[in-house]
């Protein structure tokens, strides 16, 4: 991280010099901070970051790669198993951007603690800053269970001083939910001994551990008189004069801002919020770069907490009209004497009255080091102010001391970009027992159930981890045919992938992440505009647990292009069973039947599609099935009717939250529960669930524009399911002389489900297909399955059991097939 020299005098020699104050520890503390004296009678001094962004002006590379370099280290020390399950926590005001940009190189969902109440929002918790001018702060999650978690919290200020704020932090979010690690980041630590001592005991005493990662590492040494010297300094300085004269015009940009996402992590920011900024920004940077042609020496100046977003536009102005023409930083609320010397970190100030009516009165603001003072070298050409909603007030355009007004007197030119304020959609908390009328139980989430991010899915299932349900798969589909008993009644066994095996899913993900991002956002595109009326929700229901992926993929793709926050459920539907009905009326009662999608990966030849229509008949649920691949012909929702590799079929568990398929037995099962399933923590040594999403999900901006044109093509065409897949069947079954057309199992998807879980008897491979199906082609071999490669089939391939070869095919009710003999 290169930190760019604003001046050959260190900006800490001034204080030191007159109070008496000395500086030890890592030789590169001074190129990351200087030293100013604080207005502030708690404490004197003030360690000004040269890479923070806040009162000195700074390259955006440097002050967002300062963060991503800390980010990838909490990454290094956490693994990639911890990482994934990481949130980060960053301080007001000072943090906003640092604490951001730690989460973007740990690749972690954020929040901040804000000094802002928000109406509508219930605080989840709070602690004090004790030396700070402003000391309370809030935590106001639009979702509760933000911070509810058992992965590591990683919490991220701009310097240790003492600690304290630290161990309030914790002690507070300790107290409500407990969590085993804590990562504490800073870009200098500068804690006494004893204040390193305190917090190692206090991490014994709540028995969690916690680690502490720094920039550098250093001490300030302090005279005992040095507030009553810094308070006579501060009285014997000369007060700046506020700039006089006109006042540049304010032209006001409008910036292309993403609808629904949010300005910046007051309220969380997600991942795919992370995705849909990084696309945005050269869009949102474009109108700048017209209005300041000419420009040499640019300031996008952020707002008090609204720093992340500004230094993020700030980087892409950057590199639409040169790095060097371009610096950022912040204003604030901490009052700092200014000292026009090159040997003194705050040389100018601007102050200002508060223009965001804040809860604690009107108040002053400060601009630092954003006049030119006496070296006309520091001056700037253009400023570019970039506010949220609830700071565009007349406070901040009308009167002498307006910044706006300020602004125009030290710069030639001045241009104001408005944020849009999201108003938090508040949920209630996913990790908290629901309580309905009906008494209906509560949603499974992960990590406790299932290894996706709670946020992603929640699983209307009955944990049935602790019950022995598998056998081998003979001896399973023995007991199933000698009894006619139902398959759901029990689990396959739930076996380790290979590595051989592992790789060729590796191989079908890179070669073809595209094409399914490409889907989903086909399907998603043609749910917004057929299904989302203005003012409605739309809620996700996956079919557990084939169609989960999918589901959490269309919620990540609504967030993305979108900014909507959709509920995505996981669901149960059994064959000759029907859909879950507790389940149905867990949804019925939280939401609008009627927006419900149902979600599957894909369609065979259309057996759950036919079950979902006849178990949902005469329910104000909509039937319709929503799927990534639909080679049958039996829905109008899909994103190709082509029958392609979806690697998420190629495995089992592994790719689906490391659940199982569900269970329904009524030894386990009671008739207010919902169906059980098991979750296999065993098999997080192969777990590919997040990555598998996290690689589509990368790639939606990339094929957003195509998603869009082929939505559109699909809403000029018919659609109308012909259920041609069932007729091809039909035909396969009587070619082969198999007795049920249930025995046929068309399809990559339904294909690789024969393989996995049942005793196949032959494949089927459409002649000439190649790398889609390397993987059932090594299945087979394994087994010692025959491919038979045929011309006209209307699929990749079709897996056939056959119940004179093998034990106890099922039929379409869920019970074995009857074979005379």
Request: net charge negative; glycine share 10%; charged share 20%.
């Amino acid at each position: 991280m290169a930190v760019q020299d604003v001046s050959g005098t260190w900006t800490g020699g001034w204080v030191t010099e007159r109070l008496g104050l000395r500086l030890t520890g890592s030789p590169e503390l001074p190129g990351l901070i200087g030293l100013a004296l604080r207005e502030n009678p708690k404490r004197a001094h003030l360690l000004v970051s040269r890479v923070l962004g806040k009162h000195v002006p700074q390259r955006p590379a440097v002050v967002h790669g300062a963060g991503l370099e800390l980010g990838r280290r909490v990454r290094e020390l956490l693994g990639p198993d911890a990482a994934a399950q990481a949130v980060v926590l960053g301080y007001a005001e000072t943090a906003t951007a640092l604490g951001h940009s730690v989460a973007d190189g740990l690749g972690a969902p954020y929040l901040h603690s804000t000094r802002r109440p928000v109406a509508g929002v219930a605080p989840v918790g709070g602690f004090e800053e004790e030396h700070s001018h402003a000391t309370s702060h809030l935590l106001l999650p639009a979702d509760p269970a933000f911070l509810a978690g058992d992965g590591p919290l990683v919490l991220v200020d701009d310097e240790f001083s003492t600690g304290t704020t630290v161990l309030n932090t914790i002690r507070a979010l300790h107290a409500g939910h407990p969590r085993p690690h804590y990562v504490v980041v800073a870009l200098v630590d500068l804690r006494t001994p004893a204040d390193r001592a305190r917090l190692t005991e206090a991490a014994t005493e709540l028995g969690a551990r916690l680690d502490l990662l720094a920039t550098a590492t250093g001490g300030v040494e302090l005279p005992a008189d040095v507030l009553e010297l810094a308070a006579g300094l501060i009285a014997a300085a000369p007060a700046q004069t506020p700039p006089a004269g006109p006042s540049a015009p304010v032209e006001r940009v409008e910036l292309p801002w993403p609808a629904g996402l949010p300005e910046g992590g007051r309220h969380g920011f997600s991942t795919a919020d992370a995705s849909r900024l990084d696309a945005a920004l050269p869009e949102l940077a474009a109108p700048l770069a017209k209005a300041l042609v000419g420009r040499q020496n640019v300031l996008v100046l952020g707002f008090e907490e609204l720093m992340y977003t500004p230094l993020r536009i700030a980087g892409a102005l950057g590199e639409l009209i040169g790095e060097d023409r371009v610096r950022f930083s912040t204003t604030t609320r901490s009052p700092v004497l200014a000292v026009d010397h090159p040997g003194y970190a705050i040389r100018t100030r601007l102050a200002f009255p508060a223009h965001d009516d804040p809860a604690d009165g009107p108040g002053e603001r400060y601009a630092y080091n954003v006049a030119p003072g006496n070296d006309a070298g520091r001056r700037f050409d253009a400023v570019v102010l970039v506010v949220d909603q609830p700071a565009d007030t007349p406070a901040l355009h009308q009167g002498e001391r307006a910044l706006l007004r300020q602004l125009g007197r030290v710069t030639d030119q001045v241009v104001l970009a408005v944020l849009p304020s999201v108003q938090p959609v508040c949920q209630v908390p996913s990790v908290l027992p629901s309580v309905s009328p009906m008494s209906l139980p509560a949603p499974l989430h992960g990590p406790a159930f299932s290894s996706y991010p709670a946020e992603d899915v929640s699983w209307l299932l009955t944990d049935l981890s602790e019950v022995a349900l598998e056998a081998p798969t003979e001896e399973r589909e023995e007991a199933v045919q000698s009894g006619g008993a139902h398959y759901a009644e029990s689990l396959p066994v739930e076996y380790q992938p290979s590595p051989e095996y592992q790789e060729l899913f590796q191989q079908a993900l890179t070669t073809s992440v595209d094409r399914i991002a490409l889907a989903v956002g086909t399907v998603a595109e043609t749910l917004h505009r057929e299904r989302l009326g203005a003012g409605s929700e739309l809620v996700f229901a996956s079919l557990a647990r084939a169609g989960t992926p999918v589901g959490i993929l269309l919620r990540r793709w609504f967030a993305f292009a979108y900014g909507l926050d959709a509920p995505h459920y996981a669901v149960s539907i059994i064959r000759g069973k029907g859909i879950d009905p507790v389940a149905l009326r867990y949804l019925a009662e939280r939401h609008d039947s009627r927006q419900v999608v149902f979600v599957d990966g894909w369609t065979g030849k259309g057996a759950i599609t036919r079950e979902l229509a006849a178990a949902l008949e005469g329910m104000p649920f909509d039937p319709e099935l929503a799927v990534l691949s639909d080679p049958g012909g039996c829905v109008r929702t899909f994103g190709t009717r082509d029958d392609f590799l979806i690697p998420s079929a190629c495995l089992n568990s592994t790719v689906s939250g490391l659940i199982s398929r569900t269970v329904l037995r009524d030894d386990l099962i009671g008739p207010d529960d919902f169906h059980g399933a098991k979750y296999y923590r065993e098999l997080a040594g192969a777990d590919v669930s997040r990555s598998f999403v996290e690689a589509v999900a990368g790639r939606f901006a990339a094929v957003r524009a195509e998603a869009v044109k082929a939505a559109d093509a699909l809403a000029d065409t018919d659609r109308t399911p012909d259920w041609a897949g069932w007729a091809a069947m039909e035909r396969i079954s009587t070619e082969y002389g198999i007795d049920s057309v249930n025995l046929v199992k068309p399809g990559v998807g339904e294909t690789t489900r024969v393989l996995l879980r049942r005793v196949p008897w032959r494949i089927l491979a459409k002649r000439g297909t190649g790398a889609d199906l390397d993987h059932v082609r090594l299945l087979a071999a394994q087994r010692g399955v025959f491919v038979e490669e045929v011309d006209d089939l209307p699929y990749s391939c079709v897996g056939l059991i056959h119940p004179r070869f093998s034990r106890g095919a099922t039929g379409a009710d869920g019970t074995a097939v009857k074979v005379e003999h």
